[in-house]
Each structure stands twice: as C-alpha cells, then as structure tokens.
C-alpha cells in the first residue's frame, strides 16, 4: 500500500511535514532517537518541551522541528516493555494513533515514525511492527489531511521487521 512506506534511515534528516520522537514521559530528552533528534534539532526545542511539564505514555505533544528540515515534531512516549501484560500493546498503539491525530490537526499531510519503543524500551521488534502498521492503516481511512506516512528505520533488522509486516499485509 502506497500510504504507508518502510525506508532504512535517519529520521532528523527526513523532509516531511512531522517527524515523530520516541521521547519518554519527561519530554526532557534522552539517547537514542530522541537523544539525535534534540540534537539536530538545536536548544530551542529543550525550551519549548519544557512547557508541557511532562506527557503520559501513550499521549502527544508537537512542537516546531527548530533546526529539523521538518516542520513539526511530535513527542510521544511509547511503552515500556514489562513482559506484555501490562498494556504494552494498546499503549503502543495509543502513541501512533495519537500521533497521527495531532499530526492530522496541524493539517500534515506527510509524516514519519521511528521504530517506537523497540530500543531503549526493549519491546519486541515483531510484534511492535504488527501495532505499528495495524493502527497507521486505521488511522489513514479517517485521516483529513495525512496522505504519507513512513517508517524509518534506522537499522537494517527494523528495517526489515516493518517491511515484512507491509508485505504481508499487502502482499
Ligand atoms: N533515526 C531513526 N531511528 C533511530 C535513530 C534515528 N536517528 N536513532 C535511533 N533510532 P529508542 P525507545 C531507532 O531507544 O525504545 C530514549 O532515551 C533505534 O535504533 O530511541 O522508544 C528516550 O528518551 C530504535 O529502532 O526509543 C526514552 O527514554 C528506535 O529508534 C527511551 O529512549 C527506538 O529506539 C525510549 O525508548
């Protein structure tokens, strides 16, 4: 399906309306994605986090991208994997379609997601990209302005998780 593409990547420097930050509930920066995205993006964006005090897992913030060739961002913690059994699942599947949504108010019509949650977070890649996918593809039959979306993916084992999961959906 040409609404949702995989691409192997590094998202700060991806050219879309919004980018979307696996951040934790702080919005205070961290490594990992969020790490290079508040670098990119310059000490602007540390500034502008400041003023939400915070966001729960599952929810989202955007911000402007700053110095990013995109022009928003939006923060969203995903999960931390417990085991599965501690909401993981509809947590994760909160943060893509939260994400969307606020992305869809800003009237974006192209957006891009990292791999949420499957780093640092340590939920399982497979089952991660099953959400991930499922819920993008809801999302776009309601979607008023997001045309676009795609997964980058920063190493070639995610890469290639998400792109199984497209394939076989869409075979
Ligand atoms: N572009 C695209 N993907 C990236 C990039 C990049 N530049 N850099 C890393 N990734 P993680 P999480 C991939 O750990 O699991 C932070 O400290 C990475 O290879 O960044 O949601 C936050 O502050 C992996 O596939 O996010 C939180 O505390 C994916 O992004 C915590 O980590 C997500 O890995 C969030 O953990």
């Known amino acids: ?59 989202a913030r955007i911000t402007r991208g700053f110095n990013l060739p995109a022009r928003y961002i939006i923060h969203t913690p995903g999960p931390i994997w417990r085991g599965g059994h501690s909401g993981e699942p509809q947590l994760l599947a909160n943060s893509y379609h939260n994400s969307l949504q606020l992305a869809d108010r800003y009237g974006c019509q192209t957006v891009a997601f990292p791999s949420i949650s499957t780093g640092v977070y340590a939920y399982p890649l497979e089952q991660a990209a099953a959400i991930a996918v499922q ?37």
């Not at 050219?15 to 995205?37: E, K, R």
């Not at 309601?142 to 920063?154: G, I």
């Open 1 to 59: 399906m040409e609404q949702l593409k995989v691409i192997q990547g590094d998202i700060t420097k991806f050219q879309c309306d919004a980018i979307v930050n696996a951040a934790n509930t702080t919005l205070m920066g961290g490594g990992g994605v969020d790490g290079a995205i508040h670098r990119a993006a310059g000490p602007a964006l540390y500034t502008a986090c400041e003023k939400f005090h915070g966001c729960p897992t599952g929810e």
């Open 135 to 171: 819920t993008i593809e809801k999302f776009m039959l309601e979607a008023r302005n997001v045309r676009e979306v795609t997964m980058v993916c920063f190493d070639a084992k995610t890469f290639q998780a998400y792109q199984d999961r497209v394939e076989y959906r869409f075979p």
